[in-house]
């Protein structure tokens, strides 16, 4: 996972769900914006990712395959 962005969100599989990887480490997946913030606070992550709005718009993640907006496969 090749990324100068510290955190990366995967595109969405099948079910929704978009891979999360912090400095190249999985740490889950995630099927909203929340679950998004949850697992970064549990990762050690605080700053810059205190609700859904700030994540959407923080430079720090590389949103892979579709924005923070896109939560199903594409067709």
């Given at each position: 996972?090749?990324s100068?962005s510290?955190v990366?969100?995967?595109p969405?599989?099948?079910e929704?769900?978009?891979?999360?990887h912090?400095?190249?480490?999985?740490?889950?997946?995630?099927?909203?914006l929340?679950?998004?913030v949850?697992?970064l606070?549990r990762?050690g992550?605080k700053?810059?990712?205190a609700?859904?709005d700030e994540?959407?718009?923080?430079q720090q993640?590389?949103?892979?395959g579709a924005?923070p907006?896109?939560?199903?496969?594409?067709?």
């Amino acid at each position: 996972m090749a990324s100068s962005s510290p955190v990366t969100v995967g595109p969405p599989d099948d079910e929704g769900g978009r891979l999360v990887h912090v400095y190249g480490i999985q740490v889950g997946y995630a099927y909203d914006l929340w679950d998004i913030v949850l697992l970064l606070r549990r990762a050690g992550l605080k700053n810059g990712f205190a609700d859904g709005d700030e994540l959407a718009a923080s430079q720090q993640i590389a949103w892979l395959g579709a924005g923070p907006e896109m939560w199903e496969r594409s067709p």
